[in-house]
């Protein structure tokens, strides 16, 4: 299927046209683990190029396939790059499947170094296409953690527009019209050094109060500075678990543990390898019992002849453990 839609792109690139002269895939940023930058890229981090497409061919889109290279001319190396679309329904209306129904495929020709080659490509069947004035941010191109290694700081690195299986790079209207876009690279940046900072839980309170007898919950929740992804939550001390993944903290107590000292210290960790210990949140734990109630029989009048008995049933409800 997707040697055809190659196939077909490539006739109707035969049949050329003025349409496109204002459209164009751009760079819409890129993330580079601490910020935004125009220039440079931090090595030991994830990067990923957020890729728009603004449609001013007066025509619908119906077609497409477009390329992409990687490319260090100071001869740095990577993680091998991932390429893939954006959702686009939530800010257009209508997402990828509803555009191009007849599939969208990505293409991957990397190894991590020297030109890595990423492409994307699709048609519609009975899809709505890209609409003429469609202006949005579309797909990514990500090269993964670790990223680049710190001994290529101060090198450099490119992202630019390749052919990739056909010699073509384009888009094609429901009538069999080329569209040439625009490409708004080369993209090329410096190579530096960002270091790394941990995740920070907040807030991280102070103490938390429970009562003795039902589970006690918590739902931690910590930011990181660069945005590193995924967060990962451990407990240092202290009792219960931790989901690693959500941060949900949870612990059944008992008892004992009424008027007993007692704390956790939980932290979050980012892929980057930052040190556990660098902003531990400790939360004092305070557990607190209280005392079953009489029910009946309390500021009850009995009368008791001289010499004579009285039964009284006292009840009593339970407490905080009822």
């Not at 329904?89 to 190894?111: C, K, N, P, Q, V």
Request: aromatic residues 12%.
């Amino acid at each position: 299927m997707a040697i055809f839609v190659i196939l077909a792109i490539s006739v109707i690139s035969s049949n050329q046209s003025a349409y496109g002269q204002s459209s164009a895939i751009y760079l819409s940023k890129v993330e580079t683990g601490y910020g935004t930058s125009t220039d440079t890229i931090g090595s030991g981090r994830k990067i990923v190029w957020t890729m728009a497409m603004r449609n001013n061919s007066s025509e619908t889109l119906f077609a497409h396939t477009n390329g992409f290279r990687i490319y260090s001319p100071s001869g740095a190396s990577w993680t091998p790059p991932v390429i893939d679309t954006l959702d686009i329904a939530s800010s257009t209306g209508f997402g990828w499947g509803d555009r191009l129904d007849g599939g969208i495929f990505f293409e991957h020709f990397t190894t991590g170094s020297a030109a890595d080659t990423v492409g994307i490509g699709g048609f519609q069947i009975h899809g709505v296409g890209f609409e003429d004035g469609f202006d949005a941010d579309a797909f990514t191109i990500t090269i993964p953690i670790p990223g680049i290694d710190s001994i290529y700081d101060g090198g450099t690195i490119c992202l630019d527009s390749s052919f990739y299986l056909i010699n073509n790079w384009l888009w094609a209207t429901g009538f069999g019209e080329a569209v040439f876009p625009d490409w708004s690279g080369p993209h090329c940046y410096t190579i530096v050094s960002t270091g790394n900072n941990a995740p920070t839980i907040t807030p991280c309170v102070a103490s938390l109060d429970y009562d003795h007898c039902p589970l006690a919950e918590y739902q931690f929740f910590a930011i990181d500075p660069e945005n590193d992804t995924p967060i990962v939550y451990s407990l240092v001390s202290g009792p219960g678990t931790i989901d690693s993944v959500t941060g949900y903290w949870s612990y059944q107590p008992s008892i004992t543990d009424v008027g007993a000292a007692m704390s956790i210290e939980a932290v979050a960790n980012d892929p980057t390898g930052s040190n556990l210990s660098a902003y531990p949140c400790n939360v004092a734990l305070i557990f607190t019992n209280i005392a079953p109630t009489v029910r009946v029989g309390c500021n009850s009048t009995v009368s008791i002849s001289n010499g004579g008995t009285a039964n009284i049933d006292f009840d009593a409800d339970g407490g905080d453990c009822k």
